[in-house]
C-alpha cells in the first residue's frame, strides 16, 4: 500500500513539474519575439540616420581642414611679413644698427629653412631664391662691416703705452733703452715670477662683441677665407707697424757681421726687451683678441692668429738667428747667455701661445733658437778658455804689474758668476751631470790657462827679479780677487791657500834674486887682510865694499822704485821684508867697519847712506817712480 501511494506522489509531482517547463518556455518563446520586433525598429531608425551622420561628418572635417589652412596661411603670411621687414634692414645696411641687421640676417636664414620645408608651395622657390640673394648682398655688407671695424680700431701701440704695462724694473731709463751686456749684476735683477705684465688695449672691449658676431655670421655663410684675408692683412699689418715703432729691424747675418761691437751690443740689449714686450705684451694680447672675435670657431682662430704674427715672430727671432751664427768673440758670451736667458724666460709663454699645429713652425723657430744660442755660448766659452791659455801678447808690462790679461780674465770670471744659474741651466743642455760641478771645472780650467800663459809672459824679462815681482803680482791679484767673489766657492778653500804660498815663494825668489849679490857687500868672507883692522879686513877691502854697497843699491833703487806693487799691502809686506833683511846686515857692516873710513880721507865718499836714509829709499819701492834725486 505504501509504495502505490508513494508512485502517485511521485506522478503528481512530475506532472507539475512537466507543466511548470512548459509555462517557462512559453514564456521565453513570447520574451524572444518581443526582442527580435526591437531589434528590427533598431535596425531601421539606424538606416534612417545614417545620412545625417555622414554629413555631420563631412562638416566637422571641413571645419577642422578650414582652421589647419587658415592658420598655415597665417604662418606663411607672418613669413612673408618678417622676409619683409628683415629685407629692408639688410638693404640699409648694418652702418645705423648693427645689432638689428644681424638679427635680420639671422631672420632670413631662418626663412630658408622655412619655405625649403614648404616645397608643395607654390611660391616657395621663388621665396628662397630672393632670400638667398638678399643674404649675398647681406655678406658682402658684413665684410666691408668687418673690415671697417677692424682696420678704424687696429692701430699700432707706442711705445711709451707699451714701456706703461710693463714693470717698473723693467721699463727702459730715461735716457733710453736699457742695454743688456756683458758685466751686468743679475744681483739687481728682478724676479720675473714676481712681476705683473699689463696687457695693452689692441682693440677697445666693446667693439669685440660686434667682431665676434660679424665673424659669427661670416663663418655660418662659408666666408672664412675672406674673414681670414682680412683679418690676417690688417693685424699683421698692425703688429708690424708697433714693432717698427718699438725699434725692431729685420738684420741679416750679414748686417750683423758688419757692426761695431758697441753698436751690436746696444742692438742686442735693446732685442732682448724687444723680446720680452713683444711676448708678454704684443703677441699675448693678439692672442686674447683673435680668441675672443673668434671664439666657437677654433680652426679659424688658430689660423687667424698664426697668420697675424707669423711675419713679426720671424723678424724678431731672425736676428737672434743672426747674432748665435755671426763670428765668435770672447766679449759675446755675456750678451749670448743673456739671449739664452730671455729665451729661456719667455718659453713657456711660447709653448702656451704657438701650441696648435699651424703654429708648429714658429714654436720650432724658438726652441731651435734657444738651443743655437746655448750652442754658440758653450763655443764660445770655450774658444775663450783656450784664448787665455794662447793670448800671444808679446809686450811685457815694463813695471811688473798685473798684466792686462789677468784683469780681463778675472773680470770676466767675476761676470760669469752672474750668470751662475744660466751656466748651469746651459751645461745640462749637453751634459746631465752635476752643473756644479762642470762650472767649479771650467773655472778651474780657466785660472790654469792664464798662470800657463803668465809664466810664459814673465820669461819676457832680462831681470829675474821682475820676473818673479811679476808673477808675484799677478798671482796675487788672481787669488785677492776670487777670495772676494763667488767663484771662491767653487775652487775652495784648498785652491785658494795653494796660491797664497805661491804668492809667497814668488816673494821669497824675488828677495834672494834682487838682493843677495848686494847683502854680499855687507860680509867679510873673501876679503883680503892686508893690514890691520877689525877681523883682518884692510881699509880698502872696507873701502870697496862700501862703495860696491852704494853702486849696488843705487841701482836697485833707481830700476825698483819704477816696478810697480799696485796692493798696498802686498807693497808694504816686501819692503817690511827686505828692510827686515837688509837694514840688520848694514847697521851690523856700518857698526864693525864704519870708524875705519870715519878716521880717514873724505869718509861720505864711502859712507853714503845712514841705515835711516836706506829705510827712507826703501820706501821708494815698487812705486813706478824714477828716482832722480841723490841722497846727500
Known sequence: MGIPQAMVALRERASFVKDSLHRSQTITDNMVSILGSFDHRLSALETAMRPTQIKTHSIRSAHDNIDKTLKAAEVILTQFDQTRKAEAKILRGPHEDLESYLGAVDQLRANVRFFSSKKSFKSSEGIISHANSLLAKAMLKLEDEFKHLLTNYSKPVEPDRLFDCLPNSLRPSASGQQSSGGGKSHSDKPSIETVTFTLPTLIPPRVIPLLHELAQ????????????????????????????????????????????????????????????????????????????????????????????????????????????????????????????????????????????????????????????????????????????????????????????????????????????????????EFDPGDPEAQLASVTTRIMQALQNNLDGKSKLYKDPGLTQLFLMNNIHYIVRSVRRSEAKDMLGDDWVQIHRRIVQQHAN???????????????????????????????????????????????????????????????????????????????????????????????????????????QMLGEFFESKAWSEQKR
Open 217 to 428: 655670421q661670416m663663418v655660418q655663410a662659408g666666408h672664412q677665407q675672406q674673414l681670414f684675408r682680412i683679418y690676417t692683412d690688417t693685424r699683421a699689418a698692425v703688429l708690424d707697424q708697433s714693432l717698427r715703432k718699438l725699434g725692431v729691424e729685420r738684420l741679416s747675418k750679414e748686417d750683423v757681421q758688419k757692426m761695431q761691437w758697441e753698436v751690436l751690443e746696444a742692438k742686442i740689449g735693446n732685442w732682448i726687451h724687444f723680446m720680452r714686450i713683444s711676448i708678454k705684451l704684443l703677441i699675448v694680447g693678439e692672442k686674447k683678441i683673435c680668441d675672443q672675435i673668434f671664439d666657437g670657431n677654433e680652426s679659424v682662430k688658430t689660423q687667424c692668429f698664426a697668420e697675424a704674427t707669423g711675419s713679426s715672430v720671424a723678424m724678431l727671432l731672425s736676428f737672434g738667428e743672426a747674432v748665435a751664427r755671426s763670428k765668435r768673440s770672447p766679449e759675446k758670451l755675456f750678451v749670448l747667455l743673456d739671449m739664452y736667458e730671455i729665451m729661456r724666460e719667455l718659453q713657456p709663454e711660447i709653448e702656451i701661445l704657438f701650441d696648435s699645429k699651424v703654429c708648429a713652425e714658429m714654436r720650432e723657430a724658438a726652441i731651435n733658437l734657444t738651443k743655437r744660442l746655448a750652442q754658440t755660448a758653450q763655443e764660445t766659452f770655450g774658444d775663450f778658455e783656450e784664448a787665455v791659455e794662447k793670448d800671444a801678447t808679446k809686450t811685457a808690462v815694463q813695471d811688473g804689474t798685473v798684466h792686462p790679461l789677468t784683469s780681463y780674465v778675472i773680470n770676466y770670471v767675476k761676470f760669469l758668476y752672474d750668470y751662475q744659474a744660466t751656466l748651469k741651466q746651459l751645461f745640462q
Open 509 to 615: 825668489q824675488y828677495k834672494r834674486i834682487s838682493w843677495a849679490k848686494i847683502l854680499q857687500c855687507l860680509t867679510v868672507q873673501g876679503t883680503n887682510s892686508s893690514g890691520g883692522g877689525d877681523s883682518g879686513i884692510s881699509r880698502t877691502a872696507v873701502k870697496d865694499r862700501f862703495k860696491t854697497f852704494n853702486a849696488q843699491f843705487e841701482e836697485l833703487h833707481q830700476r825698483q822704485s819704477q816696478w810697480t806693487v799696485p796692493d798696498s799691502e802686498l807693497r808694504e809686506s816686501l819692503r817690511l821684508a827686505v828692510a827686515e833683511v837688509l837694514l840688520p846686515a848694514y847697521r851690523s857692516f856700518l857698526k864693525r867697519f864704519g870708524p875705519m873710513i870715519e878716521n880717514g880721507k873724505n869718509p861720505q865718499k864711502y859712507i853714503r847712506y845712514s841705515p835711516e836714509n836706506l829705510e
